[in-house]
């Protein structure tokens, strides 16, 4: 099966669940496809996209998501999906492997689940956003992936999360620099990854509500590497 092929899959299902059939994004000549899907070692290739990584696309005219490449056994496949239902956007990221994940690919992944659920810890009202952009980074360079950590030095994102409404990338944004506190009511996507330059690329993502508790998640789903 081709990357393309899982991606047309994956759509039809969060067309028949009731998507809208549309991302919106914010931001001057941003696109999004309705899912990307990014497998082995070219996975996590920069785009023009404000991305972590996002994919080669079909096409030089559309250089981003899911490719006409076929998956292979033992390789990373990240599927990064928006639902978005009566226009209200859900972004999440799951990581799956056909057999067992490779330990240098599991030993990121389980980078990028810590961070997830420290970074979420951290953020809550009051909380200044770049804090816990910070905080991602600063956990990440002490796993040894201070080059690698939300793509590939020197074309890394600033940050590890990004509001999420009526648009992708709304704000706040969890980045650097970013004074802002949270608040409740913001809703957030958090989505640590890391890429592995000739290996491969892993991640996790969620959305959450801002409380004041603390975040609330809005998106489910098994944060284990799914291993078909």
């Not at 001057?28 to 070692?41: A, K």
């Not at 506190?181 to 996790?204: Q, S």
């Amino acid at each position: 099966m081709t990357e393309g092929e899982l991606a047309s899959v994956v759509a039809s299902t969060l067309w028949r669940e009731g998507h809208s059939g549309l991302l919106r994004m914010r931001g001057l000549n941003q696109e999004m496809p309705l899912v990307h899907v990014l497998s082995g070692p070219d996975a996590g290739a920069a785009t023009g996209a404000d991305s972590p990584f996002g994919g080669e696309g079909r096409t030089a005219a559309y250089p981003q998501g899911a490719s006409d490449r076929p998956i292979g056994r033992g390789e990373a496949v990240v599927i990064d999906l928006g639902a978005s239902v009566e226009g209200y956007i859900v972004d999440q990221t799951r990581t799956l492997c056909i057999g067992p994940l490779p330990g240098a690919l599991r030993s990121a992944y389980e980078t990028c689940r810590s961070i997830h659920h420290e970074t979420a810890a951290a953020a809550r009202p009051g909380v200044p956003c770049t804090e816990v952009y910070d905080l991602a980074v600063r956990r990440a360079a002490e796993a040894g992936y201070e080059n690698t950590f939300m793509g590939t030095s020197p074309l890394q994102v600033s940050f590890v999360g990004h509001g999420i409404g009526l648009e992708v990338n709304e704000l706040p944004i969890l980045g650097r620099g970013f004074e802002a506190p949270l608040v409740a009511g913001n809703v957030v996507a958090v989505e640590p990854k890391i890429r592995l330059p000739g290996e491969g690329a892993v991640g996790i993502e969620d959305t959450f509500v801002v409380t004041p508790d603390g975040l609330a998640a809005l998106s489910t789903g098994d944060e284990d590497v799914w291993e078909v």
